[in-house]
């Protein structure tokens, strides 16, 4: 299969890690930051980590879009599902994410009307079938995701829909990008771009790592052999004292993005003051609320939302592993407490999170031999 | 997902996988689309157009 099987190819996988190998620095240690869920479960799932010197670390970075959803979201969530008339309405993953007193799965088991959808697309379609309810749309993720609500808050708006609402917690990835460049306990030495997220902004948000942090950024795709390429780039523009924004994903990403998909989010949105990432606190204009013109689609005006926060359990460190700080297997409660099928944590709900990620593909594969 | 029948008016695509599974895909991001285009899609939403298939 095109794009595919090009890419899973075994020997030039051996080839790519033997340039790897031969461009690290003997006694330097490399942390170097995968941005994208996407990107941890493909390494978990490919090996990737048993093909790279020991020296060389992957941290996983915060754009699982699920495992950013702090509890007191979930709780919004739940609150606006149990009201008299509601159809909720979210992605698969997000039904199992934790709150503090349960999930919309659970919520769902005790009688409120939450229906997983593909696309919000679907949940119009739910609007249009039930004109004597109110359809609500929870819409999460990144840039990657926020032009699909964007051109259905202008398909309801344009169709004249009433009965349809989105509660936003969108958000963007460059301002935990920055906080986490900022964080005085995580010494990064590149980062792995986001690949679909840079479809739509393209190559240049990302100009400010190297210009402000000196650290190089590659842009890549989700095969095997797109990581390994882009750690080796990365490898390379240490090697070779170069730091600047690379595209290895050349054939989706466009350097300057997606133009109509920037437009119609800045028209359906703006930047909310702050917003509460799991794990990492509140960060300035991180977040995406609907604009003024989109105010009366926007769920949190029409059912006011309790917005309380809450912290998560003790016992998860899942905001230490988003920040990197620790590996998956390292929190207390991973693979015991803490189970795909039993989550404490959000990292552990998609399987874009890194805990996730790693029980399922990569937790009977620790060792690894220093090279 | 590749491009199977398009609706202009509605702005909408029919796409199916690489398994055969259709469903319908907003098009408003990469117009104009025609049947046998590969679009990247995400969220029912097409994000960008690939390279024909070989």
Known sequence: MKYVDEFRDAELGRAVAGEILSLVEPGRHYKLME???GHTHSIYKYGIDDLLPANVELVHGPGCPVCVIPMGRVDDGIAVAHRDGVIFTCFGDMMRVPGSNGSL????????DIRMVYSPLDALRIAKQNPDREVVFFAIGFETTAPSTALTLKRARAER???FSVMCSHVTIVPPLRALLESPDLRLDGFIGPGHVSTVVGARPFEFIPADYGRPVVIAGFEPLDILQAIAMILRQLAEDRCEVENQ?????????NL?????MAEVFEL?????????GFI?????KLSEAYGDLDAEARFSVPGVRVADPKACQCGEVLKGVIKPWECKVFGTACTPERPIGTCMVSSEGACAAYYNFGRFARERQVV | MTVLRTDLVRGLALCADEDGTRSTVETALVEPVDPGDRLLVHAGTALTRLEPAR
Not at chain 1, 249 to 257: A, D, H, I, N
Not at chain 1, 272 to 280: D, K
């Open chain 1, 35 to 37: 941005v994208c869920g």
């Open chain 1, 105 to 112: 799965l659970d919520a769902k088991a005790a009688g409120a």
């Open chain 1, 161 to 163: 829909l009433q009965n």
């Open chain 1, 249 to 257: 994903y050349r054939r989706v990403v466009p350097y300057e993005g």
């Open chain 1, 260 to 264: 109509r998909a920037l437009e119609v």
């Open chain 1, 272 to 280: 909310r003051p702050h917003f509460e990432w799991r794990g990492l």
């Open chain 1, 284 to 288: 300035s204009h991180s977040g995406l």
